[in-house]
């Protein structure tokens, strides 16, 4: 079975603070991708990174980094500096042979 | 890039009238999509899969005889909503999935969602 769970339910910071969003999954299989997306009022989901099972390089794009630790089966993201625009949904998936959603992370960056 | 589609992007409906939401894969064939739903603040559920020219497989708890699915072509998929009750209000998404070239990979895009009030 696959299983995604994130940790925050909602998170609220102020205006250039560092934040993480944590993302811990469960499956059987050896070969999966994860994923992040934003996902904004608008409701479109907004694609963020991808990441297969053996690949675990941490990756960094502009203010946002993803650290993927299959030891404790996490795939964490972390904005730096965080901006106002940066509120939103975010949702980490796990896709196996569909996407699997994990209920999200409300983040609200306060000016 | 590879963009999905969705008509219409909202609909408003009576209850117990019938609404049907079109999925289309704009630049590729895609024989695999998807039906997500989406109640308000809670995450994207998955309905069900379809492969082009076969049934739709359903996720546990989802009425197949409610909601229809349709994938005639590989460029379409067709969620039909039956005597929709204000319960069925949501935000549907669907997606699809086209194999990269590489063994057991492929690309999933998602569409911009259809918001459905049943009034």
């Known amino acids: 079975a696959q299983k995604v769970t994130q940790v925050q339910t909602e998170i609220s910071v102020v205006e250039k603070e560092d934040v993480t969003l944590d993302c811990v999954y469960e499956?059987?299989?050896?070969?999966?991708?994860l994923f992040w997306y934003k996902q904004p009022p608008s409701g479109e989901l907004v694609f963020l990174i991808r990441?297969?099972?053996?690949?675990?390089q941490n990756e960094i794009s502009g203010r946002y980094s993803w650290n993927f630790q299959k030891s404790t089966s996490s795939f964490n993201f972390t904005i730096t500096a965080s901006q106002v625009v940066d509120s939103a949904v975010y949702f980490c998936?796990?896709?196996?042979?569909?996407?699997?959603f994990g209920a999200g992370t409300r983040l609200t960056v306060k000016p | 890039g590879a963009v999905v589609s969705q008509h219409p992007s909202w609909v408003i409906c009576k209850s117990g009238t019938s609404v049907k939401i079109e999925c289309r894969s704009l630049?590729?064939?895609?024989?695999?999509m998807f039906w997500y739903r989406q109640f308000p603040k809670q995450s994207l559920m998955l309905m069900a899969t379809?492969?082009?020219?076969?049934?739709?497989?359903?996720e546990q708890g989802v009425e197949k005889d409610k909601f229809l699915i349709n994938h005639a072509s590989l460029t379409l998929s067709t969620l039909t909503v039956t005597s929709a009750h204000p319960e069925d209000s949501s935000f549907y998404i669907c997606?699809?999935?086209?194999?990269?070239?590489?063994?057991?990979?492929?690309?999933?895009?998602f569409g911009p969602g259809t918001r459905l009030t049943v009034t």
């Open positions: 997606s699809a999935r086209i194999p990269t070239g590489t063994s057991n990979s492929y690309e999933q895009y």
């Open positions: 990441r297969n099972s053996f690949d675990e």
């Open positions: 998936a796990l896709n196996v042979w569909n996407m699997r």
């Open positions: 379809s492969n082009e020219g076969s049934k739709a497989t359903y």
């Open positions: 499956t059987r299989d050896t070969t999966y991708y």
């Open positions: 630049d590729f064939q895609a024989t695999t």
